[in-house]
């Protein structure tokens, strides 16, 4: 048998051309859902419709599934806009950010996460966004969760308080194009939270260099100084489960423990490597 003609060039852009139609065209069935959703779940009634757990996992399902020249930023940023959008039109918020840490490095995480549409408020320092987050109904804050000047997660204390939510980004990789790494503050929604990852505010006296190496890998550490010549106050994100372990190592290197509390939850870090593979 002949072998078929190649397509044109004619061909393969009327090919393009129904493609970005029947997308254009999911997306509003998409939205016609959601419609519906509001209706069922009366989610514009009832504050934030943010679901980190179930974001997470759509992002993680996202990666792997994922192949062909079309970059993994291009797709990940895609699908955050959508989902973030379409969040916003369930329970429209604002997202609270601190750019202590740099303007440019926040606002492209907050546009990369959560695009256009959802309402970009600024602070300067953490304080502002957690004033922010406790006086509204649903909105999101997002504080650096690399290095800390105040202990501003002690304003996460207590059961009527907002709470870390969700750590972005939500897929890690060295060359993340929005990768500063963010803690997310809400007042949590209990059928909505994920906790791989427990936060815990942590109060300690006798800190010093060989308290700080007790706390080993996997939990993640912010501190600084507090009331007193040797106290800390720490913000510890350790594996459900193992604040115990944290606590003995604390004490075993010299250290007490004064109080503790937790202040949030967040799925487990989801690191891919630049081929696009699991870490």
């Known amino acids: 048998m002949p072998n078929a003609p190649a397509p044109t060039l004619a061909d393969l852009r009327r090919e393009i051309d129904r493609i970005d139609e029947a997308m254009h065209r999911l997306l509003m069935e998409r939205g016609d859902i959601i419609d519906t959703l509001i209706a069922t779940k009366k989610t514009a009634e009832s504050g934030s419709a ?25 797709a990940e940023s895609i699908w955050r806009v959508i989902i973030a ?10 997202v609270h950010a601190d750019l202590s840490a740099g303007e440019p490095a926040m606002r492209d995480s907050v546009r990369f996460h959560f695009g256009f549409t959802v309402p970009f408020m600024t602070h300067m320092g953490p304080a502002g966004v957690t004033a922010a987050i406790a006086a509204s109904r649903g909105d999101l804050g997002l504080v650096p969760a690399t290095t800390a000047k105040t202990a501003w997660w002690t304003a996460l204390e207590g059961d009527g308080a907002p709470k870390i939510i969700a750590r972005l980004p939500f897929v890690e990789r060295a060359d993340h194009p929005a990768g500063l790494p963010v803690f997310a503050i809400a007042r949590p929604n209990p059928d909505a939270l994920v906790t791989d990852i427990e936060a815990w505010s942590i109060r300690v ?46 004490v075993a290197a010299g250290a007490s423990v004064r ?15 630049a081929d696009g593979t699991l870490a």
């Open 50 to 74: 943010f679901r980190p757990a179930r974001e997470a996992d759509m992002m993680r399902r996202l990666v792997e599934r994922h192949k062909g020249i079309l970059p993994l930023d291009t």
């Open 85 to 94: 959008t379409f969040t916003y039109v369930q329970a429209p918020f604002s």
């Open 205 to 250: 006296g006798g800190w010093g260099p060989g308290a700080a190496r007790a706390i080993d890998p996997p939990a993640e550490t912010m501190a600084v100084a507090d009331r007193g010549f040797d106290a800390a106050a720490l913000l510890v994100s350790v594996p459900r489960g193992g604040l115990e372990r944290i606590e003995a190592a604390l």
């Open 259 to 273: 109080s503790k509390a937790l202040v949030g939850s967040h799925a487990r870090r989801y690191t891919v490597t």
